[in-house]
C-alpha cells in the first residue's frame, strides 16, 4: 500500500514529468532541425493548463536563435572608472544640453578610426591653471582630456593647444580666438562662464552687448569653419560667485546652435551646499576663486565621461549602419543628405550640422546679416616676429606691463596718449578691449581716427574683480584700415581722486 503522501503528490508528479519530457522532446528536435520536427502541442495544453509554460519556452528559444551575443562598448572601462570616482549623479547633472551631438560624434569618429585629431580649448585663468602647481606635475583639466586622448586612441600627429587667457571672457575671443588656438581644429572646448558674468553686468547697464551675442559671434565663426567642426561649452563655477553666471547666457545659444554644454556647476554647487567642509579638498584655499587638481580632474572627468558615452553611441550607429555620413554635408541638395531617425510628421529632411542664417535676436524669416571679418590685435597674444601683436604707431606716456601671464599697455598720468594703426574693419564695428577692476583706477577717451567727438569715455574702476572688458567705440565705420587712439583724462574714477592709472589689453573691430 502506497503512503498516503504519495496518493496526494501523484497528480503533480505527473504533470512535471510531462512537462520535463516535452521540454526535453522540443528542445531535442529544434536543435537537429526546427522545421522538420516541429512538434504541435496545443492537445497537451487544452489538456494539461500547466503546460502552458511552453508557450514561455518557445519564445526563450527563439530569443536563443536571433539574439545577437552581448557586446561591451570599447569606452566602457572609462566609463566604469569616472562613476566608480564621482557617482553617476554627479556626472548626469552635468550634462545641461545634449542635442543630437552630430558634430561631436564626426570628432569621435576620426578617433576611433584611427586618425589624427585637433583640439582646442579657450577659456580665463580657470583653464590656464592658476592655482596649479605646475613644477610638481599638476595639469590643466584640457591637457587631461588630451592624455586621455593620446592614452586610449593614441597618434603621434594628435595636437592640442590651450589658448586660456587669465581675466578674459567670450566678449575678447569672439574677435581675437584665432590668435590663441588654430583656426582649423576639430573640436573646441569653451569655457567663460566665470568671467562672463561681469561681461554681462556691462550689458545689464545698457552699455554694451551681453554674453549671448558674444557667445553667438564665436559660435558662428567656428561652426562655419567646416561642416564637421565640432564646438562643447563648458559652464564653471568659483565660490566667491553666485549661482547665476555667464553660463546662463551660453545656454541660449547652446540650444539654438545645437551645441552640446556641460556644467560643473549643476551638481558641484549643491553638493557643496550640503558639504562646505569640502571645499577646501576642491579650490585654492587662497581664493577658492580656482579649482585645485581635483577640481580640473572633475572637469576634465566630465568631458571625458561625455566624450565616452559618445564613442559608445558610435558604436552602436556603426553597427545598426546608421553611421552618417558628413561628406554629404558639402551638398547644397539637402534632399541628398542621409536623415536620421526621420519621423512620418516631417516629411523633409534636416540637415545634420546645420547653421542657422538669422541670429537669435532676429525673426524666422529676417533677412541674415553680414557677420564681417573679425579683427584682433592684442598685448596677449604673440605677433610673427615673437613680439606682442598689439604694438602702438605712436605712444607718449603709455608702456608694457606684465603680470602673473597677463599684458598691457598702461599709463599713469593725465595727457598720456596711444595710437594703434592698421586696424581692419569690415562691418563697421571698433571697440577696445581693456582692464577694469575694484582697485582705484582712471578713466580715458578713446576714438577712430580724427573723429574725438565721436569716440567714447572708458571707466577703468567699477564694484567687480579684476578682469578684462570690452568697450564699443565706433559704429559705421567705413570699411578699410583705420586708427583707434586713447588718451588719459584729468578725470578718474578713483574716489581719492588719486589714480589716473589704465590699462589697455587689445584693439578690435569687424
Known amino acids: 500500500m502506497l503512503p498516503p503522501s504519495w496518493t496526494t503528490r501523484r497528480p503533480w508528479a505527473v504533470v512535471t514529468g510531462a ?70 549623479r554627479a556626472l548626469l547633472m552635468g550634462e545641461m544640453y545634449l542635442g543630437s551631438g552630430d558634430r561631436v560624434r ?3 569618429n576620426k578617433l576611433v578610426d584611427g586618425q589624427p585629431i585637433s583640439l582646442a580649448a579657450l577659456g580665463g585663468s580657470i583653464t590656464a591653471g592658476h592655482s596649479l ?31 586660456a587667457v587669465p581675466a578674459t571672457g567670450v566678449d575678447y575671443f569672439a574677435s581675437c580666438y584665432s590668435l590663441h588656438v588654430p583656426t582649423d581644429a576639430d573640436l573646441y572646448v569653451l569655457e567663460g562662464a566665470v568671467n562672463d558674468a561681469y561681461v554681462d553686468s556691462l550689458a545689464e547697464a545698457g552699455t554694451d552687448l551681453d554674453v ?95 566624450l565616452s558615452r559618445q564613442i559608445c553611441e558610435h558604436e552602436r550607429r556603426s553597427m545598426s549602419a546608421s553611421r552618417l555620413d558628413f561628406a554629404a554635408f558639402q551638398t547644397t541638395d539637402l534632399s541628398a543628405v542621409p536623415e536620421l531617425g526621420a519621423g512620418a510628421a516631417v516629411p523633409s529632411t534636416y540637415a545634420p550640422g546645420f547653421v542657422p542664417p538669422v541670429t537669435i535676436r532676429q525673426l524666422l524669416r529676417d533677412r541674415a546679416r553680414p557677420a564681417g571679418v573679425a579683427f584682433c590685435a592684442s598685448a596677449n597674444a604673440q605677433g610673427a616676429d615673437g613680439d606682442w601683436d598689439l604694438q602702438p604707431a605712436r605712444s607718449e606716456g603709455f608702456e608694457r606691463m606684465s603680470q602673473h601671464g597677463k599684458n598691457w599697455w598702461i599709463a599713469n598720468d593725465p595727457g598720456a596718449e596711444i595710437t594703434f594703426d592698421k586696424v581692419r ?25 580724427d573723429d574725438y567727438a565721436g569716440g567714447r569715455t572708458l571707466t577703468s574702476m567699477w564694484r567687480y574683480v579684476s578682469v578684462g572688458s570690452y568697450a564699443h567705440i565706433k559704429d559705421g565705420v567705413a570699411p578699410g584700415e583705420h586708427r583707434v587712439s586713447c588718451r588719459v583724462l584729468e578725470q578718474t574714477a578713483d574716489p581719492a581722486g588719486e589714480s589716473h592709472h589704465v590699462r589697455i589689453i587689445a584693439v578690435l573691430a569687424n
Open 212 to 306: 549671448s551675442d558674444y557667445t553667438e559671434t564665436l559660435v558662428r565663426e567656428l561652426l562655419h569653419k567646416s561642416p564637421v567642426t565640432a564646438v562643447i561649452m563648458m559652464s564653471l563655477w568659483a565660490v566667491p560667485h553666485k549661482y547665476l553666471n555667464g553660463a546662463d547666457k551660453h545656454a541660449i545659444v547652446s540650444e539654438y546652435y545645437d551645441v552640446p554644454r556641460l556644467s560643473e556647476r549643476a551638481w558641484l554647487y549643491k553638493y557643496f551646499m550640503q558639504h562646505q567642509d569640502e571645499l577646501v579638498d576642491h579650490f585654492n584655499q587662497q581664493d577658492f576663486g580656482h579649482q585645485n587638481e581635483k577640481g580640473h580632474r572633475y572637469i576634465a572627468d566630465l568631458l571625458i565621461w561625455y
Open 19 to 88: 512537462f520535463a519530457l516535452v521540454a526535453l522532446i522540443t528542445i531535442a528536435a529544434r536543435a537537429v532541425d526546427r522545421e522538420r520536427y516541429a512538434l504541435d502541442f496545443a492537445p497537451l495544453r487544452d489538456r494539461l493548463p500547466a503546460l502552458s509554460a511552453l508557450d514561455r519556452l518557445d519564445d526563450l528559444w527563439a530569443y536563443q536563435a536571433v539574439a545577437p551575443p552581448a557586446q561591451r562598448c570599447a569606452a566602457q572601462h572609462t566609463l566604469d572608472d569616472i562613476e566608480a570616482r564621482w557617482g553617476e
Open 425 to 449: 574693419v569690415s562691418a563697421g564695428r571698433v571697440g577696445v578691449y581693456y582692464f577694469r577692476s575694484s582697485i582705484p583706477l582712471g578713466t580715458m577717451h578713446c576714438w577712430v581716427d
Open 133 to 163: 602647481n605646475f613644477t610638481a606635475g599638476e595639469i590643466t583639466w584640457p591637457q587631461m582630456v588630451y592624455d586621455w586622448i593620446q592614452a586610449e586612441y593614441p597618434n603621434p600627429a594628435h595636437k592640442y593647444k590651450s589658448g
Open 106 to 108: 564626426q570628432f569621435v
